[in-house]
Each structure stands twice: as structure tokens, then as C-alpha cells.
T-cell receptor, first 115, second 114 residues
Framework: GAVVSQHPSRVICKSGTSVKIECRSL??????MFWYRQFPKQSLMLMAT?????????EQGVEKDKFLINHASLTLSTLTVTSAHPEDSSFYIC???????????FGDGTRLSIL | GENVEQHPSTLSVQEGDSAVIKCTYS??????FPWYKQELGKGPQLIID?????GEKKDQRIAVTLNKTAKHFSLHITETQPEDSAVYFC?????????????FGTGTLLAVQP
């Protein structure tokens, strides 16, 4: 089955640090990947759609200069949280699918804690 | 835009009993409805999905029903086991598949008591 891998699984860093999270499709190519944020005991909120070879599409209210997305290849998308602050602490999850009529599969998420 | 409501927020059942989780959606154009199971500290895992051209789909102990007229769909788990305990999310999508964004419900915490 389709496998989506995220790295790192856990990050703890100081306020003001920029953090990069990687999302890889291990056994398939993905022209589109999605980035979600999930606060404790809440649902997944879509942040942006990552498109290979073009700019990401951000959801309303998500700062594109704060959350930089780069979809460098058909198997890798990265999310960089720039100048992270405690309020950016959350669980960040990516998803991808193998084709237009195939379901999305999720990575195991990255727990980001900003001190 | 699409809005998905999910009920109940918590559900406790005895092992062996059935569990039902219900979702409603607002956009009649939505045509793909997956269900995900999320265990603590992990990403969501797809357990079953249904498209709008089908009214019901079953996979062993799990089934999903869709009522397009009423714009609601439900997850049914029979013969529940302790390992079914997790948070379950429904979602809706226009177009479905890997390139269309999913709108998630608020989640249901299912606890199966042994």
C-alpha cells in the first residue's frame, strides 16, 4: 500500500527558531500533497495544498510567509515553520495519494513543541 | 465552503457491541466520503471510504452508509474489540482522491470497554 513518511517525528526548540518538516511518498509519486495542523483533542485543519513544481495554495487565515512550503520533487514536500513561537506548537501532518481516484494516505505526523 | 458535522463526540461501548458514528455535510456537490481512524500520537489511517454513486459499502466488521438526499453518512462497526478504541474522523471531498482537499469532521473518541 501507499506509504507516506514524515521526518522528524518530534521537535522541541526555542522560540524564534525555524523548523523544517519533511513529507515523503515512499513508494509512489505525488504531484499533490497536503499539510494539516491538529491541536490537542481537535480535528485536522487543512493548512495548504502543496503542488510539485508550483506555488502552494494556502487556506484562508494561514500565513504563507510563516509556513513555507516547497514541493521540490514528486516524492518530497517540506514545510518550514519560520521564526516559530509557542503558539505554533501543534501536531503537523501531511497526506498524499497515488492518483486522482485513489484515497489520501497520511504520515504519522510531527509533534512540534516551541519553548 | 463545505462543512462537516460529526456526532457523537465521545462513544463508549461494551466489547462485542456495535458502534455507530454519524456525519452530515453541507455541500451537495461533495462526492467522496472517507473515514479515518487515528490512534494516539499517530496520523490518521484510512479504514473505509464511499463514493456518491454507492449507498453502502462493507469491509468485514466495518460498513459505511450514505444518504445523498439527506446529506449524511454513517460508520458502523460491529462486534467491537478493545483495539477499535481510537478517534474516528469522517471527511468529505469534492471530486475525491489524491488531488482534492478533504474537509474533516470534528472527530469521535470511541472507547471499547473489555
Amino acid at each position: 500500500g501507499a506509504v507516506v513518511s514524515q521526518h522528524p517525528s518530534r521537535v522541541i526548540c526555542k522560540s524564534g527558531t525555524s523548523v523544517k518538516i519533511e513529507c515523503r511518498s515512499l513508494d509512489f509519486q505525488a504531484t499533490t500533497m497536503f499539510w494539516y495542523r491538529q491541536f490537542p483533542k481537535q480535528s485536522l485543519m487543512l493548512m495548504a495544498t502543496s503542488n510539485e513544481g508550483s506555488k502552494a495554495t494556502y487556506e484562508q487565515g494561514v500565513e504563507k510567509d510563516k509556513f513555507l512550503i516547497n514541493h521540490a520533487s514528486l516524492t518530497l514536500s517540506t514545510l518550514t515553520v519560520t521564526s516559530a513561537h509557542p503558539e505554533d506548537s501543534s501536531f503537523y501532518i501531511c497526506s498524499a495519494g497515488t492518483g486522482n481516484n485513489q484515497p489520501q494516505h497520511f504520515g504519522d505526523g510531527t509533534r512540534l513543541s516551541i519553548l | 465552503g463545505e462543512n462537516v458535522e460529526q456526532h457523537p463526540s465521545t462513544l463508549s461501548v461494551q466489547e462485542g457491541d456495535s458502534a455507530v458514528i454519524k456525519c452530515t455535510y453541507s455541500d451537495s456537490a461533495s462526492n467522496y466520503f472517507p473515514w479515518y481512524k487515528q490512534e494516539l500520537g499517530k496520523g490518521p489511517q484510512l479504514i473505509i471510504d464511499i463514493r456518491s454513486n454507492v449507498g453502502e459499502k462493507k469491509d468485514q466488521r466495518i460498513a459505511v452508509t450514505l444518504n445523498k438526499t439527506a446529506k449524511h453518512f454513517s460508520l458502523h462497526i460491529t462486534e467491537t474489540q478493545p483495539e477499535d478504541s481510537a478517534v474516528y474522523f469522517c471527511a468529505a471531498s469534492l471530486g475525491g482522491g489524491a488531488t482534492n482537499k478533504l474537509i474533516f469532521g470534528t472527530g469521535t473518541l470511541l472507547a471499547v470497554q473489555p
